[in-house]
């Protein structure tokens, strides 16, 4: 991510972060003021204006920002409404009971990597980051997937 890659050094225009990424500037606009109003970025205004992580990348987990822009980590739902449907749909428990196990194994692989460890190109593994691999689909994640690899 370029403000990860950028982290302590300076802050970075829009227009930069959106060429790094390949992504329109009014659409970055609006995830950076999502991330400004969760107060995991800063915007500095002026001639050397821009924005900037106000946390250093390791302490801020790719679960934080997924939930913030996405919504849930898994599309099924969130954990507790996926525990009520299988108390209240005998019919299908098994199938919600699936569900769940696959978003809890998601939440516990972005809620273990953080955005140093995306900026870094390797999961905490070794391997390529399976984030990465599937970056075309995901606008946010294109970011971190051109960042990753410019390195």
């Known amino acids: 991510m370029t403000l990860g890659r950028r982290y302590g050094t300076e802050t970075v225009k829009i227009r930069d972060i959106a060429i790094d990424s390949d992504l329109p500037e009014k ?3 609006l995830i950076l003021l999502e991330l400004k109003n969760a107060r995991i970025v800063e915007s500095v205004r002026g001639a050397k204006g821009g ?3 106000r946390r250093a ?3 801020i987990k790719l679960s ?3 939930r913030l822009v996405d919504g849930p980590l898994a599309p099924f739902g969130d954990a507790d409404q996926l525990r009520s449907l299988i108390v209240t749909d005998p019919d299908h428990r098994a199938l919600y009971g699936v569900f769940l196990e696959v978003r809890d194994a998601a939440a516990k692989i972005l809620e273990s990597t953080s955005v140093a460890d995306i900026v870094g190109g390797a999961s905490k ?3 390529r980051s399976s984030a990465t691999k599937k970056a075309k689909k995901s606008p946010l994640l294109s970011i971190v997937h051109k960042d990753a690899k410019s390195k």
């Open 57 to 59: 990348p390791a302490e």
């Open 64 to 66: 934080e920002i997924i």
């Open 125 to 127: 593994s070794g391997k």
């Open 51 to 53: 924005y900037r992580l």
């Open 27 to 29: 659409f970055l606009e």
